[in-house]
T-cell receptor
């Protein structure tokens, strides 16, 4: 089935540790996004990518990094510089950056221990 | 400033009853408006998309309306079911810029038996 696969579903991070969230899509979408969701807040954009080997910072990029080496993959690394990383992370994609419906993955829960 | 505001923040109704969720936006220039349903701990799923020229759009028991003049949208749920318990998120996209999707904070709906 076509869709967006995020892994792992649950992840625990120790202080000072970098962790990477995986996002893979088989929808042949050009654009991919990473959002962070906190209780009582709307989704906030971390990074987005329109094409392979290109990505742009969103509204809350500090403490995060991404890569886009393949069209179908857009991993997110939460670095130790992110001081409050505990959140629900959503990966999304669509056929072009503006206008079309965004499709979301099932999300990943990251908790700092 | 581009903003999307949703009301109420939360809502509890009995199974079989109808309800209406509100979305007010100050996004310019307006491209389209979407309603998403998000089950707890899952990724959002698109319910409807409405462009500037559309006033009403239905998807089963969900009916969305759009008043582009007053910049208001509503999502009406008819004959609610237990499975309707979820958060409903209003998302507005702007025509300018490269990624402008503005998310509301959502309305959390609980349907009781």
């Amino acid at each position: 089935d076509g869709g967006i696969t995020q892994s792992p579903k649950y992840l625990f991070r120790k202080e000072g540790q970098n962790v990477t969230l995986s996002c893979e899509q088989n929808l042949n979408h050009d654009a991919m996004y990473w959002y962070r969701q906190d209780p009582g807040q709307g989704l906030r954009l971390i990074y987005y990518s329109q094409i392979v080997n290109d990505f742009q910072k969103g509204d809350i990029a500090e403490g995060y990094s991404v890569s886009r080496e393949k069209k179908e993959s857009f991993p997110l690394t939460v670095t130790s510089a992110q001081k409050n990383p505990t959140a629900f992370y959503l990966c999304a994609s669509n056929r072009q950056v503006s206008g079309n419906t965004i499709y979301f993955g099932e999300g990943s829960w990251l908790t700092v221990v | 400033k581009n903003q999307v505001e949703q009301s109420p923040q939360s809502l509890i109704i009995l199974e079989g009853k109808n309800c209406t969720l509100q979305c007010n936006y100050t996004v310019s220039p307006f491209s389209n408006l979407r309603w998403y349903k998000q089950d707890t701990g899952r990724g959002p799923v698109s319910l409807t998309i409405m462009t500037f020229s559309e006033n009403t759009k239905s998807n089963g028991r969900y009916t969305a309306t759009l008043d582009a003049d007053t910049k208001q949208s509503s999502l009406h749920i008819t004959a609610s079911q237990l499975s309707d318990s979820a958060s409903y998120i209003c998302v507005v996209s702007a025509t300018s810029g490269t990624y402008k999707y503005i998310f509301g904070t959502g309305t959390r709906l609980k349907v009781l038996a």
